[in-house]
């Protein structure tokens, strides 16, 4: 059995007409790992699903790979707000391409694939054809019998949230084909909707990680449609050994 820590949208940097040069984010993102690496219990993982910096300069992956220390492995994918050479400098300790950054990281009983769904200058996103081609080998050549986690940062699905739904993944059907190959995939895990939510993409979960810097709300609920004064959440993905993962999300006060 794992269990996996998932956050979203920490957004470092992000100063949104504050007044406090982006302090706010970093105060949230430090509480969030702190009660993540005081837990009393082991976590095998902790996913970081994009937009952790909020500007993509290298000040920020710096101040990243801070906040973000811990006991446990960490799993870190970029996101619209990212940029891809500084953050595999900053944050995966090599400097080099601009390419996709995708990543195979092996867990005891389960291998997580994560993938980058940014397009650079966009804020919509898309697995592109590398990326797809990349997952569908990852999937093929690792172990039949062990489950895989397909995580990125842009939903493929509407999520029913107007700021959300129009810069969503796109492509998505290139994405579900590929799904439908491979059966040992147990879940999909994203981010980007700065909301806890649940739902299904090509027959399988499809968990949202809340976010750290501010929630994103339904129109149902009024206001604004994003909040920074609810507090930071995060989710607890249990995977059993029958392959079947089990959400619970948590505020962080």
């Not at 470092?12 to 007409?17: A, T």
């Not at 937009?51 to 801070?66: Q, V």
């Not at 040992?184 to 895990?189: D, E, H, I």
């Not at 981010?191 to 994103?216: D, E, K, N, Y």
Request: glycine content about 10%; charged content about 20%; proline content about 8%.
């Amino acid at each position: 059995m794992l269990t996996i820590a998932h956050l979203s949208d920490i957004h470092l940097g992000q100063e949104r007409g504050r007044k406090d040069g982006g302090a706010m984010a970093l105060r949230r993102a430090e509480r969030v790992m702190a009660y993540l690496n005081g837990l009393p219990g082991p976590l095998d993982a902790i996913l970081v699903s994009g937009d952790i910096a909020d500007h993509g300069t290298p000040a920020e992956y710096e101040k990243a790979a801070k906040v973000l220390a811990s006991p446990y492995p960490v799993l870190v994918c970029p996101g619209n707000h990212d940029e891809r050479v500084a953050f595999r400098r900053g944050l995966l300790g090599f400097a080099g391409e601009d390419g996709p950054v995708n990543q195979v990281r092996r867990l005891s009983g389960a291998t997580f694939l994560l993938c980058d769904s940014s397009v650079p200058g966009r804020d919509d996103g898309r697995l592109d054809d590398a990326t797809i081609a990349w997952l569908d080998r990852a999937l093929t050549e690792g172990p039949q019998d062990e489950p895989a986690i397909v995580a990125f940062h842009h939903p493929p699905v509407p999520l029913h949230l107007p700021l959300v739904d129009r810069i969503r993944q796109r492509g998505e059907e290139r994405l579900a084909g590929v799904l439908a190959r491979h059966p040992r995939v147990a879940a999909l895990l994203c981010g980007h909707a700065h909301t806890p939510a649940a739902t299904t993409f090509a027959g399988l979960p499809l968990l949202v990680a809340p976010g750290v810097v501010s929630t994103v709300t339904l129109p149902c609920e009024g206001g604004r449609g994003i909040e920074f004064d609810h507090p930071p959440m995060v989710a607890l993905h249990v995977l059993d050994d029958a392959g079947r993962l089990t959400t619970h999300y948590r505020v962080v006060v």
